[in-house]
C-alpha cells in the first residue's frame, strides 16, 4: 500500500508505513483428537531387490541318528594289495614219536684188489687173474658192479678191450686205444637174478693192434639190491 504527497516538484509516491513483519510466535496448542481413519489399505507395492545374506547362525545340536537305510548292492573287488612282509617264525612244535625200528637187512656184496702184473695178447675175451669174487643172492635182486683198473702196452701197440661179467651175463666192452699208461673205470647192472651164487669178474683182451695188454692193478666191486 502507498501514498502520495504533492508539491512544486510533482508528486511522489511513498510506501505505507508498516510495523514489524512478524510477531513472536505464540505458544503451542493443545494437540487436537485423532482424525477418523483413512481410506482403505493400498495395494501391496512391488517387492524390493534382496538384500546381501546376513552371516550364518551357530551351528544347531545334532539331531537323533535316522533309521539305517537298506544295503545297497556290493560294489566290484579292488585290486589286491601288496603283499605285506613275512611273519616270525612261530616256536617248533612237539617232536613226534620214534618209530619201530626197521627189520636189519644185509645187502649182499663183494669186493677184490689185484696188484699182480697180468697181460694178454688173446683176441678172445679171458678172465684177468684173481680178478673174480663169489656173490650169493638169498632174493631175487640186481647186481651192481664197478671196477678201476690201471693199464698200458705190454708191447707193441695195443688197442684193449674190458668188460665186466656177472654169472653168465657180459657187460658192454670199452675199448681204449690210448697206448700209454693210465686208469679207466667200468659199470655194469645185471638183473633182476634169482637167489643163488654169481661169479663176478673182470675180463680183458688184445681188440687191436699189436703186442699185448698189461693190467698193472684191479679194483673190483659188486653188489645185489633189491629187484
Known sequence: MSYVIG????????PEPRGPAVGPAGPTGALGPTGPAGGPTGSTGATGLTGPTGPSGATGPTGPTGP???????????PSGATGPTGPTGPSGAGGSTGPTGASVALPNGWVNVSTINSTSSASFVDVPGASFALVLTATTYVWSECDL??????????AGFRLVIGATNGDETLDPNQQHQ??????????LAPGSYTVKLQYRLQAGTGSVQIDHVDLFAMGFQA
Open 7 to 14: 508539491g512544486r516538484r510533482g508528486h511522489e509516491t511513498y
Open 150 to 159: 690201471t693199464w698200458e702196452p705190454g708191447t707193441g701197440a695195443p688197442t
Open 68 to 78: 539305517s537305510g537298506a544295503t545297497g548292492v556290493s560294489g566290484p573287488t579292488g
Open 183 to 192: 686208469s679207466i673205470g667200468l659199470n655194469f647192472r645185471a638183473g633182476p
